[in-house]
């Protein structure tokens, strides 16, 4: 452990604003050599203001950056990598289409006589990958991998520029269990050759697991810095502000009778002979990996996406396939995987956007009804609690956990009796997280039925009256609430992927 | 490959030209021989590519039949082909025609200069080259049969400036900035009006060759001077929209002279809407063109210019013209 | 409760903020405000009654077809085809009138001639799957290709009923009267109807609106025929000014009314647009266009100014965007 006097990076005091608004005030954070200091706080606490100020894109107002000891001003991106500063973003800095190795060398590529240097390029690249232990085709396009390898391309890269000090924003995101455990193997790897880094995850178990300490952000302000041992409820207290005395509160309504029935979906290279039914008062759960088929088959039910065989039913009635105005009709209601990119229009506004799905049930032949989707609209983010100014405002302006209540509200508004969630909390705060759970007890304790895709074992886990299985497009196997534990998922959701898994 | 690619584009694109060519003679009454012939005159066994600037405008499908009849009657082939105003089409046009082999190429440039470069491979393959209408700039072809653009500028000068009695103020419409039509029709007319000190050009603005913007450029320049009394516009369609924004004032407080005697050109000029427009004889001028492309496949020696008469045509004279 | 923030603006607003609110909304307004200004100061003819009435009608075409491509831009496409269609709706009933039909039939062909137009590039967008620029281009070229063959290349005379287009009612020019009964339809349709707001959600995110039971491609193929139908109305009053169809009217017409769609504010990435900025739009290329006439400009230097003003344009509009 090599533990200088001075702290790598220490920002004391920096404040920010955004014209009216306080984005930072007054934070204190120090990174030191061979620590990882964990970054918690909810969306808007101002972890992503903070991490751009020490990556160089947004300069403090107040307060000071130390690097080594010595006041330093970061007033670019170039300026925090001469500093031998390097972000890892949430979203990626690869170009698909180039290999591996010209997306490490990318910048710096080297040449001869203005021609790329192929081998130079190859050996840079090599001795980047070595540095974590990575081993990958140098001359595979990046496109090609998986998300986890890219990530772990792009830490190459940012390290092979003799980075000292690494943010990983949310790496651990859009990971596998496995892919988390290969990422936290090469952040051991530099911790052990003494890089400094911050790492902000939404996820309280991987704190333990990877930090040494951690800062805690609420409204822009610095709350405290505990050790990363910290118990997850009192890290829940410290970042919302108040304890959470349940985080799963999954309350059992009676069933009632069948309301979806799927049987024998199938549909080539995605799922196969998937059968499944859901009752009134009932949430089912659907674990399993990633391209276990969780997400396919979901989409499949709700119309989205077509399939070959098969039948879905909801109440008895079949729902025609590939059409999701049918679905929707019958009662069927999609919150999909990805709410930026499938869920909502970001440019429109939250009353367009609640009333998507109800535009021409609710119209006078072709005149749409817009007082009344405004009426509709200001119930419903009344009744499910969004918080926002004005029914007019842009989705894009509401935080991550309202913008999905957003998505549950256009299917509140639908009627819809038959709730398809796919990874319904994904980037949502643990306060919203929990509030989307009551909006999954209502909708039970109303009579309505709710399939819960999740790649968060405990979500399902604490979530779920039923859990099923996936593995290689197929239903595995079924656990009762009761019966089911992390270990008993999961052996089972790898049971079979070696043999059937489909691509 | 390449070769095929590019002969399958030939192909393709001979057969739309003869798809257009047939049906652009349905329209056509007087064209019933015509058509029957573009498949039958092999007889002379010469083929003659005339590449025209663009089949758009009536004045270059006038020429096309006059070229038409021409070879028909001396039994040659004419393959005609559109390079719809663009410059570089044209330029793969003629690669094609030297490629094949033709025995003579008429061309109609769309842009002088650009027509040198365009001019080259057919010359380099020894096949002769008359120029119609417009001139090729900077290349020598073996002949160029245009009317004369000057001397039609001047006519019209002429013309307006009789109607107009020797005094008032003028505007002018000119065509697409640039072309040759534009720029020999306009010196032509400054010539001509400057031998009249009372006439006054107040503005002279573009609108393109086009009659909708003739009629917009014209209610422009209109409110802008509102004491004009004579309009020449560079050819008959902008002349024509020129005389829809002057409705009744035309050929009664404004004197519009037009420019190629189009149909509507002509029709206007009968009405007595339109003063004069300058007839170019756009059907002698294919058939010139033709007859010289012949001479040339007979290794005759021709003039460097051939010109062909244009003809003021006014009330007096119109009806020979129609 | 959650401490979630929601968005930075305060409930209560000054006067200034609303100022900054009502700019930015009509960012194309003062736009042509500046026109106008700048053009009265430059020349006395500009603002008077028969001058503005002239910019109308020149305006006229350009805005029918801008009003037609709005709909395709609010829905994320761009229809190329535009100015094709118009001629070969204008030639078409031209055609169908010189066939001994009466003349109010080829006024009803002719639109009906551009829906069909515009149908066939919509299915083709819709169901072919085709970017809906290479199914608008390929009909660019089709349309007036049959332009030419129907016309044989000669202008058609047109009938008094469509003659009619390009007289006057109680003084108002009659192209002035038709493109604001088009922008009443436009913005009625675009802000009202069912159809007109599921086009925002198709542009602002296909998928979404897709998953929310909207029947994207029956709308897809719907706004291309609508804006074919709009382009024959465009097609139908240019002919009517000039009482003759011309084969090669409006060509480049279309580059004209995507930008009268931009400079009105909408953006070519979808779910954006509204009929009010197309209309003003339209009316800065036209009092632009009437301008420089009257100023007497070069003619070399007039497309130089032209393109500038509209780069200018736009450029204001995504600077006043990022800052707002």
Request: hydrophobic share 45%; aromatic share 4%; glycine share 12%.
């Amino acid at each position: 452990m090599t533990t200088s006097e001075h702290p790598l990076l220490q920002l004391k005091g920096v404040g920010k604003r955004f014209g009216g608004v306080v984005a930072l005030r007054d934070v204190d954070l120090s990174v030191r050599a061979g620590q990882v200091q964990v970054l918690l706080g909810e969306n808007g606490a101002g972890k992503s203001t903070l991490v751009k100020m020490i990556a160089g894109v947004h300069e403090p107002d107040t307060g000071s950056i130390e690097i080594d000891g010595r006041p330093v001003r970061i007033t670019s991106t170039r300026d925090a990598e001469s500093h031998g500063i390097a972000t890892i973003h949430q979203e990626l800095n690869l170009v698909p289409t180039l290999s591996v190795a010209e997306n490490i060398t990318l910048g710096r590529t080297p040449s001869r006589l203005g021609l790329v240097d192929r081998r130079g390029m190859r050996k840079l690249a090599q001795e980047a990958l070595d540095r974590i232990g990575l081993s990958v085709d140098l001359d595979r396009k990046v496109g090609t991998l998986g998300i986890a390898r890219q990530q772990l391309v792009e830490i190459a890269k940012a390290l092979s520029v003799d980075a000292r000090i690494l943010i990983l924003d949310e790496p651990t995101a859009a990971l596998t269990r496995t892919e988390i455990a290969q990422l936290f193997t090469v952040v051991n790897q530099l911790r052990d050759h003494g890089v400094g880094m911050v790492f902000i995850s939404h996820h309280l178990d991987e704190i333990a697991e990877i930090g040494d300490t951690v800062t805690v952000l609420r409204d822009g302000a610095f709350v405290d810095e505990v050790p990363a041992s910290t118990p997850e409820p009192e890290l829940i207290r410290l970042m919302v502000g108040r304890s959470i005395e349940q985080l799963f509160p999954r309350r059992r309504p009676d069933l009632g009778e069948v309301l979806l029935q799927v049987k024998g979906l199938s549909s080539e290279g995605r799922f196969d002979d998937v059968s499944l039914q859901v009752r009134r008062g009932e949430v089912v759960g659907l674990a399993g990996l990633v391209g276990a088929g969780r997400t396919e088959l979901l989409r499949a039910i709700s119309g989205a996406d077509n399939y070959d065989s098969g039948t879905v039913a909801v109440g008895g009635r079949q729902v025609p396939r590939h059409d999701v105005a049918a679905g929707v009709a019958l009662g069927l209601g999609h919150v999909p995987e990805d709410r930026k990119t499938q869920g909502l229009v970001l440019g429109a506004s939250v009353e367009d956007n609640v009333g998507y799905a109800t535009l021409r049930s609710h119209a006078r032949g072709p005149l749409a009804d817009l007082a009344g989707q405004r009426r509709r609209a200001h119930q419903v983010s009344e009744q499910l609690r969004i918080r926002l100014n004005d029914v007019r405002q842009p989705v894009r302006s509401l935080s991550g956990g309202n913008q999905q209540k957003v998505v549950f509200g256009r299917w509140t508004l639908a009627g819809s009796q038959v709730l398809l969630l796919d990874e319904p909390t994904r980037g949502v705060d643990v306060g919203a997280k929990v509030e989307i759970y009551e909006l999954i007890n209502a909708v039970t304790e109303a009579g309505g039925a709710v399939l819960l895709a999740s790649s968060e074992l405990p979500e399902v886990l604490g979530m779920s009256d039923r859990i099923l299985v996936m593995a290689g497009g197929r239903i595995v196997g079924e656990l009762t609430a009761d019966e089911a534990t992390q270990d008993s998922v999961m052996s089972l959701a790898v049971k079979e992927v070696e043999s059937t898994r489909v691509h | 490959m390449n070769s095929i690619t590019r002969r399958s584009l030939a192909l393709s694109l001979a057969g739309v030209l003869a798809l257009a060519t047939t049906a652009c003679n349905r329209g056509d009454d007087a064209a019933d021989d015509g058509a029957g012939a573009t498949s039958g005159g092999g007889e002379g066994g010469q083929t003659i590519t005339l590449a025209v600037s663009t089949l758009n405008n009536p004045f270059f499908i006038t020429l096309r039949d006059g070229a038409q009849e021409a070879a028909d009657a001396a039994g040659a082939t004419l393959e005609v082909v559109d390079a719809q105003n663009d410059a570089a089409t044209q330029q793969n046009q003629l690669a094609n025609a030297a490629t094949q082999g033709v025995d003579a190429v008429i061309i109609n440039p769309v842009d002088s200069e650009a027509a040198a470069a365009a001019v080259t491979p057919v010359l380099d393959g020894d096949i002769p080259v008359i120029a119609v209408d417009r001139s090729v700039e900077g290349k020598d072809v073996n002949s160029t049969v245009s009317s004369d653009n000057v001397a039609g500028g001047k006519q019209a000068a002429e013309a307006l400036a009789e109607a107009m009695g020797g005094k008032g103020k003028v505007i002018v419409l000119q065509g697409v900035a640039g072309t040759s039509a534009s720029r020999d029709r306009g010196k032509g007319f400054e010539e001509g009006i400057a031998a009249f000190p009372d006439i006054e050009v107040v503005a002279m603005q573009p609108a393109n060759f086009d009659r909708a913007q003739g009629l917009d450029v014209a209610t422009n320049l209109l409110e802008s001077n509102a004491d004009v009394t004579g309009i020449f516009a560079e050819n008959d369609e902008m002349a024509l929209g020129a005389l829809q924004a002057l409705g009744d004032r035309a050929g009664q407080d404004v004197f519009v002279v037009g420019f190629d005697g189009t149909e509507d050109g002509l029709k206007a000029v009968a009405d007595g809407t339109m003063v004069a427009t300058i007839a170019q004889q756009p059907a002698e001028l294919g058939k010139v063109a033709v007859e010289q492309a012949l001479k040339a496949i007979n290794g005759e020696e021709l003039p460097a210019q051939q010109p062909v008469e244009v003809v003021t045509v006014t009330e007096d004279n119109v009806a020979d013209f129609q | 409760m959650s401490t979630e923030t929601t968005t930075p603006a305060k409930p209560a607003r000054t006067s200034r903020q609303r100022l900054g609110q009502f700019l930015s909304d009509n960012g194309a307004l003062v736009g042509l405000v500046v026109v106008v200004v700048a053009m009265f100061i430059a020349t006395p003819d500009f603002l008077t009654t028969t001058n503005l009435l002239n910019v109308g009608v020149q305006a006229a075409v350009v805005a029918i077809l801008a009003f037609g491509m709005t709909y395709v831009i609010v829905a994320a496409g761009i229809d190329l085809s535009v100015g094709s269609v118009a001629a070969l709706s204008a030639v078409s009933a031209g055609w169908i009138v010189g066939q001994g039909m009466p003349g109010a039939l080829g006024l009803v062909a002719g639109p009906l001639v551009g829906l069909l137009a515009g149908l066939l590039s919509g299915l083709a967008t819709a169901y072919g799957k085709l970017p809906s620029f290479i199914a608008t281009l390929a009909m660019l070229s089709v349309a007036r290709g049959l332009t030419l063959v129907i016309s044989g290349g000669r202008p058609q005379s047109m009938p008094d009923e469509i003659s009619w287009l390009g007289s006057r009612v109680l003084g108002v020019p009659v192209p002035i009267l038709v493109t604001l009964v088009m922008f009443a339809i436009t913005a009625f349709v675009l802000n009202r109807t069912v159809f007109g707001r599921s086009l925002y959600a198709v542009g602002g995110n296909e998928e979404a609106a897709r998953l929310s039971g909207l029947a994207v491609k029956k709308l897809t193929a719907a706004v291309f025929a609508l804006s074919g139908l709009y382009a024959g109305i465009a097609g139908m009053v240019l002919a009517g000014r000039l009482s003759s169809a011309q084969p090669q009217a409006a060509v480049g017409y279309e580059l004209d009314a995507i930008a009268a769609v931009v400079i009105g504010g909408a953006s070519l990435s979808g779910g954006q647009g509204r009929a009010t900025g197309t209309l003003i739009g339209a009316l800065v290329l036209a009092v632009i266009r009437n301008g420089l006439n009257l100023l007497n400009v070069s003619s070399f230097w007039q497309q130089v100014v032209i393109g500038l003003v509209i780069a200018l344009a736009v450029g204001i509009d995504v600077l006043r965007r990022k800052t707002s």
